[in-house]
């Protein structure tokens, strides 16, 4: 009997730290640790007007008018392709915009305007996030983060900085663009 209590102590061994771990898992007892900085887009939008082969992009609707947290956004634009240093030819900022902008020309410097239509409107409408974010577009345009608008010089620029962290990381591993 002695060698059987032996082999029933090696299964037990072996067994429990599966059957413990089987267990938190199922309990939702362990929170994995995130990486990313902005909200994953669950599941992923695809809009085919974003497409652009071998190009990643920024993306923000422009409000009619455009206030503290619209400058911060544009700002971020502007700064975060700059900052990626060798990987800004794999980076474009687009603005969209229903109709000719409103805003001072200053603010849209550097930026690529995109006008589009109600239904483009409407489908950023239905995002989780509206159209108070910038989001991340892969090359196929499938949009998949988004960094809702914040406000304050020190929120702003932590943004940018979250948004150039996640940028590079999707840069780095991407097998597109």
């Given at each position: 009997?002695?060698?059987?209590?032996?082999?029933?102590?090696?299964?037990?061994?072996?067994?429990?730290?599966?059957?413990?771990a089987k267990l938190i898992l199922q309990q939702q007892w362990y929170q994995?640790?995130?990486?990313?900085?902005?909200?994953?887009?669950?599941?992923?939008?695809?809009?085919?007007?974003?497409?652009?082969?071998?190009?990643?992009?920024?993306?923000?609707?422009?409000?009619?008018?455009?206030?503290?947290?619209?400058?911060?956004?544009?700002?971020?634009?502007?700064?975060?392709?700059?900052?990626?240093?060798?990987?800004?030819?794999?980076?474009?900022?687009?603005?969209?915009?229903?109709?000719?902008?409103?805003?001072?020309?200053?603010?849209?410097?550097?930026?690529?305007?995109?006008?589009?239509s109600g239904s483009l409107r409407q489908q950023l409408i239905q995002l989780?996030?509206?159209?108070?974010?910038?989001?991340?577009?892969?090359?196929?345009?499938?949009?998949?983060?988004?960094?809702?608008?914040?406000?304050?010089?020190?929120?702003?620029?932590?943004?940018?900085?979250?948004?150039?962290?996640?940028?590079?990381?999707?840069?780095k591993v991407s097998k597109i663009g």
């Amino acid at each position: 009997m002695n060698k059987y209590h032996l082999l029933l102590m090696v299964a037990v061994v072996f067994a429990l730290p599966i059957i413990i771990a089987k267990l938190i898992l199922q309990q939702q007892w362990y929170q994995g640790g995130v990486t990313n900085r902005g909200q994953l887009l669950q599941p992923a939008v695809t809009v085919t007007a974003f497409a652009k082969p071998q190009t990643w992009q920024l993306i923000y609707w422009l409000p009619p008018t455009c206030g503290e947290r619209c400058q911060g956004a544009l700002f971020n634009l502007r700064q975060v392709p700059q900052a990626a240093g060798a990987d800004s030819v794999r980076l474009q900022s687009v603005v969209l915009v229903a109709d000719q902008p409103t805003s001072s020309n200053a603010l849209l410097q550097g930026l690529e305007l995109r006008q589009v239509s109600g239904s483009l409107r409407q489908q950023l409408i239905q995002l989780e996030y509206g159209l108070t974010s910038i989001y991340i577009a892969d090359p196929h345009g499938n949009m998949l983060m988004a960094y809702p608008l914040v406000a304050g010089e020190d929120a702003i620029l932590m943004q940018g900085k979250d948004v150039l962290r996640d940028l590079k990381r999707l840069l780095k591993v991407s097998k597109i663009g």
